[in-house]
């Protein structure tokens, strides 16, 4: 029994060869989506997609999901598309990495972190201390560059990378909103203190401490977070207005 040319991989092969020696001379760098492909070259999209693969495994072309697929080998280092990541994530999903990774680093920093390491620490513990009170910029910028600092000490490059992947999603604009709207004006205190902790303890090279106050200070960013949106859900449901950002008797601040 004869396979008919619209099933049959290896036309589809031949079919998106002859195309992709046509579009050579153009400046074209990505072929159409699988669903034009298939009715252009008149073959089903299965055989398509089995044809897509023989051609990746050549090198070429190259697939990325959501993008589509490019002419040509795939770059040695493409750029992680960080709008891909952060639309797929939500920011109680990123506490959670946050929670697994972070006090580890706190951890290997009060083994591995250098004089110069810890003299960094102290001055952006002061630096997030006097920002408390200041702008949503210049909180997010020393914050940021605490914890990131906390991540250089640890000495793991790779730990480090995911570090960094977690700390630009995090800049996004609607979820750095979303922060600024949990935080209260006693939870800056209470946010100041906690990172405090934090440097003590890895100045004093107290690796279990340093572990147990940066879990303490993201636990408490967490649920400031969650009552938060928590709150947000409930009001919008009950068409109600929030009058001002949530606190605890403790003053839980957001991250």
């Given at each position: 029994m004869i396979e008919p040319l619209a099933e049959s991989s290896d036309f589809a092969l031949r079919?998106?060869?002859?195309?992709?020696?046509?579009l050579a001379e153009s400046t074209e760098t990505q072929l159409p989506?699988?669903?034009?492909?298939?009715?252009?070259?008149?073959?089903?999209?299965?055989?398509?997609?089995?044809?897509?693969?023989?051609?990746?495994?050549?090198?070429?072309?190259?697939?990325?999901?959501?993008?589509?697929?490019?002419?040509?080998?795939?770059?040695?280092?493409?750029?992680?598309d960080l709008d891909a990541f952060a639309s797929g994530?939500?920011?109680?999903?990123?506490?959670?990495?946050?929670?697994?990774?972070?006090?580890?680093?706190?951890?290997?920093?009060?083994?591995?972190?250098?004089?110069?390491d810890i003299e960094r620490l102290h001055h952006l513990a002061q630096k997030t201390a006097s920002s408390a009170d200041g702008d949503m910029d210049s909180r997010e910028l020393w914050d940021g560059a605490f914890h990131r600092a906390i991540a250089e000490a640890a000495g793991n490059s790779l730990l480090f990378v995911f570090f960094d992947i977690m700390n630009r999603i995090r800049q996004d604009s609607a979820w750095r909103k979303l922060r600024e709207q949990a935080r209260s004006r006693p939870g800056?205190?209470?946010?100041?203190?906690?990172?405090?902790?934090?440097?003590?303890?890895?100045?004093?090279?107290?690796?279990?401490?340093?572990?147990?106050?940066?879990?303490?200070?993201?636990?408490?960013?967490?649920?400031?977070?969650?009552?938060?949106?928590?709150?947000?859900?409930?009001?919008?449901?009950?068409?109600?207005?929030?009058?001002?950002?949530?606190?605890?008797d403790q003053g839980r601040p957001a991250a």
């Open positions: 079919q998106l060869r002859r195309l992709l020696d046509a989506p699988e669903r034009s492909l298939s009715q252009q070259m008149g073959v089903g999209r299965r055989a398509l997609r089995r044809a897509l693969e023989v051609l990746e495994a050549e090198g070429r072309i190259w697939r990325q999901q959501g993008k589509g697929t490019f002419i040509g080998s795939r770059p040695p280092h493409a750029e992680l994530t939500n920011p109680l999903e990123i506490m959670e990495a946050r929670l697994e990774i972070e006090p580890a680093l706190a951890r290997m920093a009060a083994l591995r972190a250098s004089n110069g800056q205190r209470n946010y100041v203190n906690q990172h405090s902790r934090v440097v003590a303890a890895i100045a004093a090279r107290d690796a279990e401490t340093a572990e147990y106050a940066m879990r303490e200070h993201l636990e408490t960013v967490r649920e400031s977070l969650l009552r938060y949106m928590t709150r947000s859900s409930t009001a919008h449901q009950d068409n109600e207005p929030l009058d001002g950002a949530p606190s605890d």
